[in-house]
Structure formats: C-alpha cells, structure tokens
C-alpha cells in the first residue's frame, strides 16, 4: 500500500497519473497553416545565370585574377549577374575602398552586386547587396554573439548566405540569420555531400533557406608564363561558372536578383552550359503549373503534380536521371529525355505539418571549353533544384 501510495504522489509531483498521462500540451505542435505569402508570376521574368563567389586580386592568396579578367570571362560565357567576394579580413573589412571602388568593377551586360566574403574565425559567409552598404560595420561584429550580428545584418538589410558549410571554413554560426547557403562549392562535386545535409536538417526543422552554388575561384590563367604560380592549374578546372546558379528574375536588375535568390527561384548547374533545371508543381492537376522552386503553398490533402524540366543544351539520345527527395530523404528516381527532357510525378503533401521536395539531376557532362579541367570534376552532376514547399510558416 504504501509502495503504491508513493508511486501516486511520484506521478503527479511529475505532472502525470498513475497511468503516464499527461495534460502538457506542446505549444509548438503542427497546426493547420492560415495563411501564406501570394504565388508570383511563372511566366513574368527572366532567367539570370551567374556565379555567387569569386575572387579578385583585392583577396590576398589570388593569382593572375583582376576584376576586368573574371568580368570579361562573366560577359563571355553570358553571365546576367555576378558576385566578386574578396575577403573582407584582408582588407580589413573596406571592401567598399577595394573591390568596389575598383576602377575595373564594371560591365555593360553582366549586372554586378556587391559582395564580400565574410571571414572570421566561425566560418565563412557571403553578404550580397544590390546597392553599396557599410560592410566594415559586419566585419567589426564577427567575433560577437549571433544576436549582435544577426541586428547588424538586419540593419544594413542585406542577404547573408553560409559558404561551405562544411569542413575546414564552416559557417559556426545560426542559420537562423542567413537567407541561403551555399549546397554547392567549387567544381569538386562530391565534396559537397555534407553541406547538401547540413542544408536538408535545416528545411526539414522549418527553415526555408535557398540552397545557391559557388566557384569559389582565386586564380585566373596567367596572361604570360613567367608569370605563373603554383595554383595557376585552377583556373582550367575550377573558375568562373563552376558551378552557375540560376535564377528566375522578375527583371534583369540588381534588387530583383537579390530578391530572387532570397525567395529561392534558384537552381545550380555543373557549368554556364549545362541544361538549367526546372521544378514545377500542379496543385489543381488541371494541366497548369501553379507554382515552382521557392514557391510556398498551403497544403490541400489532395494530391499534387509535379513537373521536372531540363532547358538547355541537352544531350542527343541520352536519358537523365532525377533523383526527387522529400524532406530530406529519397522518394522516387526518374527518367527524362528527349529534346526537352520532362519527368512527372504525383504525391500529397501532408495538410498539417511540413512537406517539401526538391530534386537532383545526373547525366552526361556538358563540354566547358573554357574550363575543360571541370567536367571531371563535376563528374555526372548536372543540376539540382530549390524545393517546393508546403505549409511552411512565412513567419518562421
């Protein structure tokens, strides 16, 4: 009797009963989403492919790399905009007096923003702003708490994206302060297998973060042989493009890129060549698309088709696999081909709670004459998508 007795008071000294029950109700369960932010336009925009990390001369361990040489390279390959991002540490956060103020920081067709590769002792990120900012003002925060530099941020109301998130240079700070990150570094494919996990943690717990690419070059082809270094071989195999991100632009400006790469309209291919990717979704199956990657919509509990489209320099009688993953794990594969490679697929998202998509493509290389060295590098990786969301809180 008493053994009981205490085993009574025990339980409800803990908040439950003599049968495990509880009343905690959590305040953050699953709850049907009221309202979400207007789908845009799928046919108001432009397509814009660029390259979100480079590396001029104004970054201490580049070689043979002026702004004019990585713009002209840009303009060549059809570039709509580009991210020059020296580090900011070697110049000591005045990025504004270096490469921007460069008198080679221009260009007649290739949009510039303005970038700095942000370089602390946490990691590394690049801040991106469609007009000039006070950049010295993050750099003097880098070594503060992630909710001091999370107010600077905002302040300066730029977008801020984690580079390589993974390994030597990971971003060591919350996610909860950057707009994107960079899923895809450097020409080398499959070192990038952690970052695409990092990036699937984070959606999958609520975040709806744009998954973006990055060269992350440093060294251009010396203009004669006496002027050559150690790290000159780079450039035929890892430079301008390398990957290219594209993204779906209300208008070829500054600000609309920004705010593309923001609302994840975006997707990665191996090179400017490469076919681009496309992901799209049917949500009254009547035949229309309704919306794509970035988009968010309130989940219905009724099925949804899903379109899958390849754009570009596609490879003659050659199928390409598609790899669709759903919150962060495998789902289906896929096989498209033909002069414009399409794939179709139909699922219900869950009506309460969180779902999204997303999709990987491989396939035969497309030839980069002018970085040859890439193609191995990148190996069967031709592109990947941002996802398509569904009930993901706008508020979050």
Known sequence: MRALLAG?????????????????????APTELRKVLPIASLTEGVWLKGDLHNHSRHSKESSNNPEAKIISFAESVGMGYLCISDHDNHVN??????????????????LLLYCAEWT???????????????????????????????AVKK???????????????????SYDMVDSIEVWNSAVWPKNANAIMIWDDMLSSGRKLTGRGGSDEHHGIPDTPDKATKNSYQATSNYVGTPTTWLFSKEK?????????????????ANPYAPRVEFYADLDQDGRMDMMMGDNAKSTGRPVKFRVQLTGNIAADTAYTIKVVKDGNPFMTLEAKGKTPTAEFTDTPIAIGRTYYRVEVTGPPTDYPQVPGSM????NMIGLSNPIYFNFDPNF
């Open 155 to 173: 302040e300066l109301g730029i977008h801020l994206s984690a580079n390589h998130p993974s390994g030597k240079d990971h971003f060591g700070y």
């Open 8 to 28: 009574l008071i025990m339980a409800s000294c803990i908040g439950g009963s003599a049968q495990g029950q509880t009343d905690h109700v959590n305040p953050w």
């Open 120 to 150: 602390t002792t946490r990691g590394h990120g690049t801040a991106i702003s469609a007009v000039p900012y006070d950049h010295q003002k993050l750099y003097d925060v880098r070594d503060q708490r992630d909710i001091v530099v999370g």
């Open 376 to 379: 191995k590098l990148s190996g």
């Open 253 to 269: 400006t500054s600000q609309a890129v920004v705010d593309a790469l923001t609302n994840g309209r975006v997707s990665v291919s």
């Open 93 to 110: 956060g005045d990025v504004a007096h270096n490469t921007w103020s460069d008198p080679e920081f221009k260009s007649n067709s290739v």
